[in-house]
C-alpha cells in the first residue's frame, strides 16, 4: 500500500485510496490535529465522492475543534463551452505529477469539459474563466487553471500543482528503434504494467 503526503485545510495529511471489483475506500488522516477519515462502499470507482466526504468530515471536525464555521465546498458550475477548447488537445510536462502523471488532454466529450488523464476522461467544473475543479467518480476537487497565447488559444494547463505545456503530437521526434525491444505487457495478467512507446517517450501505465 501506498500514502500521499499532503495538506488539507493547513494541517498535513496522510492518505490512500483505493477501488476493486464494486467496492471503494479512501482514508485521509491528519496526523498533527489527530483526526482520521476511512470511508467504504459498496460501489467501483468512487474515489471522487468519498474524498469529498471525507473532506467535508474533517474540515467540519478540524472547524468544530477550533470554534470556527465549517469550511465552504469549492465552487463550481457548468463550463463555459464556448470559451473551453473542443480537443482534444494535448498537454506534456517533463515533470511527473504526484499521480506519475505527465501528460493529459483537454476536450469536450457528451456536452461536457473535461480533463484526460491517464485516459480516464475526468468532467470539469467552472470556478472562473480559465479556472475549474474535478467533479467526477474519479478525481474531485482538484484545480485545473489554462493558460492562453496572444491569440487566444490554450497554451498551457496546471493540474496537480505541475505545469504541462500544448504539445502536438505530430511533431513529435521519432523513438530509439531500441525501445520496442522494451515494450509489452509485464506482471501479473490481472494487474499488468503496459510499456509502450508513445509520442516521442517509453511510457509504463498500469
Same mark, same amino acid.
Not at 136 to 155: C, F
Not at 179 to 193: E, K, Q
Given at each position: 500500500? +501506498? ?9 498535513? $495529511?496522510?492518505?490512500? $485510496?483505493? %477501488?476493486?471489483?464494486?467496492? /471503494?475506500? $479512501? ?5 498533527? %490535529? *489527530?483526526? !482520521? ?8 470507482? %468512487?474515489? +471522487? ?26 465552487? +463550481? ?8 477548447? %473542443? ?13 506519475? !502523471? $505527465? ?23 467552472? /470556478? ?13 476537487? /482538484? ?14 494547463? !496546471?493540474?496537480? *500543482? ?7 503530437? /505530430? *511533431? ?5 528503434? +531500441? ?14 504494467? *503496459? ?12
Amino acid at each position: 500500500i +501506498g500514502f500521499v503526503e499532503g495538506e488539507r485545510f493547513g494541517e498535513r $495529511s496522510v492518505e490512500h $485510496s483505493g %477501488a476493486v471489483y464494486g467496492f /471503494s475506500s $479512501s482514508f485521509i488522516c491528519l496526523p498533527g %490535529a *489527530k483526526l !482520521t477519515a476511512i470511508i467504504l462502499t459498496n460501489e467501483d470507482v %468512487a474515489m +471522487g465522492p468519498l474524498r469529498r466526504l471525507a473532506g467535508r468530515l474533517l474540515g467540519g471536525a478540524l472547524a468544530a475543534r477550533r470554534g470556527q464555521a465549517p469550511p465552504p465546498e469549492p465552487a +463550481g458550475g457548468p463550463a463555459d463551452l464556448a470559451r473551453f477548447p %473542443a480537443g482534444p488537445l494535448v498537454f506534456r510536462s517533463d515533470a511527473a505529477s504526484g499521480r506519475g !502523471t $505527465s501528460r493529459i488532454e483537454l476536450r469536450v466529450q457528451d456536452g461536457q469539459a473535461v480533463i484526460v488523464v491517464e485516459g480516464h476522461p475526468v468532467r470539469l467544473a467552472a /470556478s472562473g474563466d480559465d479556472a475549474f475543479i474535478t467533479r467526477d467518480r474519479l478525481l474531485e476537487g /482538484s484545480p485545473v487553471a489554462l493558460e492562453r497565447g496572444p491569440g487566444g488559444g490554450v497554451t498551457a494547463v !496546471t493540474f496537480d *500543482k505541475v505545469r504541462f505545456a500544448a504539445f502536438d503530437p /505530430s *511533431k513529435a521526434p521519432p523513438a530509439p528503434g +531500441g525501445w520496442d525491444a522494451f515494450t509489452g505487457d509485464f506482471g501479473p495478467t490481472y494487474l499488468p504494467v *503496459k510499456v509502450s512507446v508513445r509520442e516521442g517517450r517509453l511510457v509504463a501505465e498500469c
